[in-house]
């Protein structure tokens, strides 16, 4: 078990720009998750795969962000055009099939929109 | 949905003290719920869990949290504050809305240890 891995740690950008965000899960893992996480509050989902499949988004998972996870393997986070509202820590997890399954994360990916 | 409400979002203690740190849920049915703990910089990590069975739940660095369904609450304690357990924790419930529901969580309380 390595743990959930992503990249990069820390993102600068310059509003209107476009950046993407890598997650490898757990190997054994079917489940992934994108979270976003503001200074002060709780992660918030964004959306999570079930091996290939995108089966869930959330209502805060605008137009400009898209997600993938080709292959149901590692996953991407695109950011189109980014606005400075998007700066946050943006953290993906995984985990197992069920309900009682826990979420393993990763340590994020820190955005800055300048 | 579901929704979780942690009360107090900063909570000090001295070395060696009782950690109390509180959590209520709101769902009607019956929850699966977590505690993750979150040092700077890093990601979540878990702490102990809730599903079935057993109410006192047990969980790593000495932590551990009641299931109460009367008082749909989870607080979770540890009976002496070490200083290595300053950090943000964060409750969490599953939400069983949308195809396979996902993780609720709340807005975290920061533990802070003084010497």
């Known amino acids: 078990d390595t743990g959930v891995s992503q990249n990069p740690r820390h993102k600068i950008t310059k509003r209107g720009q476009n950046v993407t965000f890598r997650c490898d899960p757990i190997?054994?893992?079917?489940?992934l998750y994108w979270y976003r996480q503001t200074l002060g509050q709780g992660p918030e989902f964004l959306t999570y795969?079930?091996?290939?499949?995108?089966?869930?988004k959330s209502r805060l998972l605008s137009d400009r962000f898209s997600a993938e996870r080709p292959k149901g393997s590692f996953s991407t986070l695109e950011i189109q055009r980014t606005e400075q509202g998007d700066s946050a820590m943006y953290l993906c997890?995984?985990?197992?099939?069920?309900?009682?399954?826990?979420?393993?994360f990763g340590n994020g990916t820190r955005l800055t929109v300048t | 949905a579901q929704s979780v409400t942690q009360l107090g979002s900063h909570v000090s203690v001295s070395e060696g003290a009782l950690v109390l740190l509180r959590c209520n849920y709101s769902s009607s049915v019956p929850p699966y719920l977590f505690w993750y703990v979150q040092y700077p910089n890093q990601g979540l990590q878990l702490l102990l869990k809730y599903t079935t069975g057993a109410t006192l739940v047990k969980g790593i660095n000495g932590f551990e949290a009641e299931f109460k369904k009367s008082e749909t609450s989870f607080h979770l304690t540890k009976p002496s504050a070490h200083m290595s357990d300053a950090a943000e924790y964060f409750c969490a419930a599953w939400n069983y809305g949308g195809s396979q529901g996902n993780l609720i969580f709340g807005k975290g309380t920061k533990l802070s240890v003084k010497p």
């Open positions: 190997s054994e893992h079917n489940r």
């Open positions: 997890a995984s985990s197992q099939t069920g309900y009682n399954s826990p979420l393993h």
């Open positions: 795969f079930q091996n290939e499949a995108q089966l869930e």
